[in-house]
């Protein structure tokens, strides 16, 4: 019986959908074109870059490299970063017995480990770079430019727009990442105002470098045959009005749409699912994560609480700085933005078909 996967990488079977959105990044990618792919957070695209499309672009001597610069505050900690992707990606594509001889050729200047399994013959590989040296990032994209020449490659950087808080990172990145002209590019974001700002500002060393292209919500007709094909074994049946409500209720979010669906899963056999047995199951699910969920309002402060509780009930806002909003508040204009651009870094909050809202939906509910 097929599942339902959330808070996890998953495979392309176990997607809803995006057989358009995969279509499309294959075939760009595979003209080595460089992608800023944007959705908010659990909409799937770390799953479509780095477990998905590899395997579509997938040839002779291929190798993707997958850093994740969420949370990056310096160029050290971009560094780090760097070589991290850059040793899970080669021990996961280059074979072992070619690994260390790879390495070598590659990996000037740069201390590496290598160690091989007596037993299981598996390889275990790493970079040894001290992150106070400035200059590493430029000596580590030197080495992906090197593989570059060497591979077929597929370069993904993840939440990319992280990385304006690291000083001068942005620069270095565009100076060695400009001579890669045939080799694609993905660039991940899930705060949409910060990956625009990165490649369509005239002021950002990567204007005009990437090509924007937006994950959408998922179409209810591609929902109904995933449910259908999940808990037709359990010989339950889903209403059209119970599904759609599960989709407004999580804000059309395909990880919290799954996260439901499993527990839908896990509890329900020989039924039929109307709104209302729906929504008592789903207040289920709320109630069973709601300690986690009070930990998480402790920490806030009432104005954060208060500012949260407004963009609860009011799912997507799109106007904080407007009377309206502040009529509901006792905070000044410049107080809310101030706690909006808190909230939105903490990953509280997210902007969201040009509003923002509650990141988790559940925590909405709650």
Not at 54 to 65: D, G, V, W
Request: glycine share 4%; aromatic share 10%; net charge positive.
């Amino acid at each position: 019986m097929k599942l339902f996967y959330y808070n996890v990488l998953v495979e392309k079977e176990d997607l809803a959908d995006r057989v358009e959105d995969i279509n499309f990044l294959k075939n760009a990618l595979k003209l080595n074109k460089k992608i800023a792919l944007y959705a908010p957070r659990r909409y799937g695209k770390s799953s479509i870059s780095k477990n998905i499309i590899p395997k579509e672009l997938k040839t002779k001597k291929f190798l993707a490299i997958y850093c994740d610069f969420m949370g990056v505050n310096t160029p050290a900690d971009v560094a780090f970063r760097l070589s991290k992707g850059l040793a899970e990606g080669m021990e996961e594509y280059i074979p072992a017995q070619r690994l260390f001889e790879s390495a070598k050729q590659v990996l000037k200047n740069i201390n590496f480990t290598f160690d091989t399994n007596p037993i299981t013959g598996e390889a275990s590989f790493g970079l040894s770079l001290k992150k106070e040296q400035s200059h590493s990032i430029t000596d580590l994209l030197k080495v992906f430019l090197q593989l570059a020449k060497n591979y077929k490659c597929l370069f993904i950087f993840d939440e990319f727009q992280d990385i304006l808080d690291a000083k001068d990172s942005l620069s270095l990145l565009r100076s060695e990442l400009q001579k890669l002209k045939d080799t694609p590019i993905l660039f991940l974001g899930s705060k949409r105002r910060l990956l625009s700002q990165i490649f369509t500002s005239h002021q950002s060393p990567f204007f005009n470098f990437a090509d924007e292209y937006v994950l959408g919500p998922i179409p209810f007709a591609d929902w109904s045959d995933f449910f259908d094909e999940r808990l037709k074994p359990l010989k339950v049946k889903i209403h059209d009005e119970a599904l759609q409500q599960i989709i407004d209720l999580s804000l059309e979010v395909p990880n919290t749409i799954c996260e439901i669906g499993s527990y839908l899963q896990g509890k329900c056999s020989n039924e039929s699912l109307d709104e209302n047995k729906t929504l008592k199951l789903i207040d289920e699910l709320v109630t069973a994560k709601s300690e986690s969920f009070y930990f998480q309002i402790k920490q806030l402060t009432s104005a954060e609480k208060k500012i949260l509780s407004i963009l609860a009930v009011n799912k997507f806002t799109s106007e904080i700085q407007g009377k309206a909003f502040q009529s509901k508040t006792t905070l000044s204009l410049s107080g809310i933005k101030k706690t909006v651009h808190k909230l939105y870094n903490q990953g509280l909050i997210e902007e969201d078909q040009n509003a923002y809202r509650v990141s988790n939906p559940l925590f909405r509910l709650f």
